[in-house]
T-cell receptor, first 116, second 114 residues
C-alpha cells in the first residue's frame, strides 16, 4: 500500500492481559520502526527491523515486549501481561532503503492502547 | 547519547504572523539529519521539513523554513503567515546513520489565535 497501516486503532486491555498490535509498512519499504508515545507526548524508540531481521532493539523493554516482522505478514508488537504504564499510542514507521540519504520515515496513524 | 531539547512547552501566535520554534541537540556525530514533525490532534505524524547536516543552506518548504546553526547545534523552525491549521504539537527530531532511529524532543504545543 501507499501508506503505513496500523491495526487496531484502539485497544483496551485489563491489567495483566496480552496486547498485540499490527503494522503493514508501505510496499517496498524494508525498514520498520516502532515508537511509543506516552500520555506526556514523549516519544520512545522501541525496535526496528530490516525485513524480518531485528536491526536495532536498544529501546525494547527486556520483559513483556516482543516484536516480529515475518515475510508476507504484517509486523507485530506484542505486550505480555500489560501494565498501566503501557498505556500509550504506539506508532509504526517504515522507510525505503534507497531513500537512506534522506532517511525519511513514514508514520502510520498509531494504535492507542489503554490498560485499565 | 544524542539528545534533542525543546525548552518551550507552549507558544501562541496571531494568525498571519510569524513564529519561531526552538530546538537544540547534542551529538558528537558529524553527519546527521534533523527534522520537524507536526502532530495535530488526530495524532498523525506529518513531516514538515528536513535538514541534512552537511548542507549549509537552510531548508525551506513553502511557509516553513529552518535556521540551522551547526556550530551552535541549533535547529529552529520558522512558520510564516501562520494559519489556523498550523495549530498542533511540533516535534524536533534527530537521526544519524542510515535507517537509524529517530530521537525526538519533548514537543511544543503551538496555538494560533484568530
Amino acid at each position: 500500500g501507499e501508506e503505513v497501516a496500523q491495526t487496531p486503532k484502539h485497544l483496551v486491555r485489563g491489567e495483566g492481559q496480552k496486547a498485540k498490535l499490527y503494522c503493514a509498512p508501505i510496499k517496498g519499504h524494508s525498514y520498520v520502526f516502532w515508537y511509543q508515545q506516552v500520555l506526556k507526548n514523549e516519544f520512545k524508540f522501541l525496535i526496528s527491523f530490516q525485513n524480518e531481521n531485528v536491526f536495532d532493539e536498544t529501546g525494547m523493554p527486556k520483559e513483556r515486549f516482543s516484536a516480529k516482522c515475518l515475510p508476507n505478514s504484517p509486523c507485530s508488537l506484542e505486550i505480555q501481561a500489560t501494565k498501566l504504564e503501557d498505556s500509550a499510542v504506539y506508532f509504526c514507521a517504515s522507510s525505503h532503503p534507497e531513500l537512506a540519504l534522506v532517511n525519511e520515515q513514514f508514520f502510520g496513524p498509531g494504535t492507542r492502547l489503554t490498560v485499565l | 547519547a544524542q539528545t534533542v531539547t525543546q525548552s518551550q512547552p507552549e507558544m501562541s501566535v496571531q494568525e498571519a504572523e510569524t513564529v519561531t520554534l526552538s530546538c537544540t541537540y547534542d551529538t558528537s556525530e558529524s553527519d546527521y539529519y534533523l527534522f520537524w514533525y507536526k502532530q495535530p490532534p488526530s495524532r498523525q505524524m506529518i513531516l514538515v521539513i528536513r535538514q541534512e547536516a552537511y548542507k549549509q543552506q537552510n531548508a525551506t518548504e513553502n511557509r516553513f523554513s529552518v535556521n540551522f546553526q551547526k556550530a551552535a547545534k541549533s535547529f529552529s523552525l520558522k512558520i510564516s503567515d501562520s494559519q489556523l491549521g498550523d495549530a498542533a504539537m511540533y516535534f524536533c527530531a534527530y537521526l544519524t546513520g542510515a535507517n537509524s532511529k529517530l530521537t525526538f524532543g519533548k514537543g511544543i504545543t503551538l496555538s494560533v489565535r484568530p
